[in-house]
């Protein structure tokens, strides 16, 4: 019998998260892998099998994480569909300015993968593909909501307004990792929510 793990799984993968996030696959190395999980080498290839395996668990990671949080926002009741719409803009700000580095926001794990990696990696494009549909179902959700409560006045069709509030939230975090500042963003998120008619 094998002696039982002595870390927690889970933890390692949410540090191992991070560090893809940052670096991008390529760049990191074992040893980057080693030192934010504080596993030895032979225990994450133990674990995880292969970079490539513990890649893949850390970005489902991030998109079950980040998507759920962002469902979650867009469904909340009590209030107009648009103000969630501006809200769910405001947390992505929130998060560019908390992750800033050096003037540079980190910008989006899945934007950051599906520019790198999704065209030459099935497996990767899979967990991409999925999550953008579980993103678009809530966005779609919404817009049909505000428009309901009369809060969305745009005369756009809702899957044309769904993928532009998806192409504006990469937008705006490809802007952070290009440094644009909270003046910055707030100003193309002002002028993203103004096209909705929110």
Known sequence: MGRPRQFDEDQAVEAACRVFWIKGYEATSTGDLCTATGLGRSSIYNTFKSKKDLFLRALSYYVDTMTARQISLLAEEGRPAAERVRALLSVIIEGEMENRREGYGSGCFTV????????????????????????????RAVIAEGRRDGSVTSPRATDGLAWYLTALIAGMRVAAQSGADRGALEQIATLGADTLGC
């Open 112 to 139: 950051n993968t599906t520019t790198q990696m999704a065209a030459s990696d099935p497996q990767i494009a899979e967990v991409l593909n999925r999550d953008l549909e579980r993103r678009m179902v809530s966005l």
